[in-house]
C-alpha cells in the first residue's frame, strides 16, 4: 500500500539533492513520477534547485488556493505511482491532509521534502501538519560552524542576524537575505543574543 512520507531538516541538509536522486532513481525503473512544488516559494520559477547547481523541472506549481483533489489537479497525478513535494513547508494544513488522502485512498506514493521550522524556530503550518499526518519521517541533519547538530535556519540580511518579519522571505529573491543553520545554543547567542523571545 502507499503512503505519504517526509523528508524535512533545517537548510543546507540535502533535502533537494535527495529529492533529485529520488527522481531519477524512480524514473529509472520507469516508475511514473510527478513533481510538485508550492507556488509561493520563487527560487528557480518553476524549476527545483539546489544549492550545488543541479537542478530538474518541475511538472505542477501548487497556489495556496488549490485543492489538491479536484479533478483541474487531481487527472495530472491520478495514473501517477509517486508524488514528489519540494519545499513542502509552504503546503496548507488541508493540502496535507489532502495529500494524506490522495497515498491512502487511491494508493499513490506521496513523498514531502520540507523544512521543519521557520526562522524563529516555529514549525510552518505545512511541515507541522506533515510531522502529524506522515506513515514514514526522516529527519536530515547539518551540522552547524561549531560543530553541533543544526536545529535552526536563522535569518541573516546584510550579514547581521534578525529576529523579526514576515515568515516567508525567500533567499535570493533578494539579495542581502540569507539563511544560516545554526544549533540551540549559536542560535541563543546570536540571533536572541543570549534573551529569552519575547
Ligand atoms: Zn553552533
Redesign the pocket.
Known amino acids: 500500500m502507499a503512503k505519504l512520507t517526509l523528508y524535512y531538516g533545517t537548510m543546507e541538509t540535502g533535502k533537494t539533492t535527495k529529492l533529485i536522486q529520488d527522481h531519477y532513481n524512480y524514473s529509472k525503473y520507469l516508475l511514473k513520477v510527478i513533481l510538485l512544488k508550492p507556488k509561493v516559494d520563487t527560487k528557480g520559477g518553476s524549476t527545483v534547485v539546489t544549492r550545488i547547481g543541479e537542478n530538474i523541472k518541475c511538472d505542477l506549481l501548487i497556489p495556496k488556493t488549490a485543492n489538491l483533489l479536484s479533478k483541474k489537479y487531481f487527472d495530472k497525478y491520478k495514473y501517477m505511482q509517486f508524488i514528489l513535494v519540494d519545499e513542502a513547508q509552504f503546503l496548507t494544513k488541508r493540502q496535507v491532509n489532502e495529500l494524506w488522502f490522495i497515498a491512502h485512498k487511491y494508493n499513490i506514493n506521496v513523498v514531502c521534502y520540507s523544512l521543519k521550522s521557520n526562522f524563529k524556530g516555529d514549525l510552518f503550518e505545512g511541515s507541522s501538519q506533515l510531522l502529524a499526518r506522515s506513515d514514514e519521517k526522516h529527519e536530515l541533519t547539518v551540522n552547524?560552524?561549531?560543530?553541533?547538530t543544526?536545529m535552526f535556519n536563522a535569518r541573516r540580511v546584510n550579514g547581521k542576524y534578525i529576529y523579526d518579519g514576515k515568515e516567508v522571505v525567500i533567499d535570493g529573491a533578494y539579495e542581502n537575505v540569507e539563511y544560516i543553520p545554526?544549533?540551540s545554543?549559536?542560535y541563543l547567542s546570536f540571533v536572541l543574543n543570549g534573551k529569552m523571545p519575547k
Open positions: 552547524c560552524s561549531c560543530g553541533k543544526a545554526l544549533c545554543d549559536c
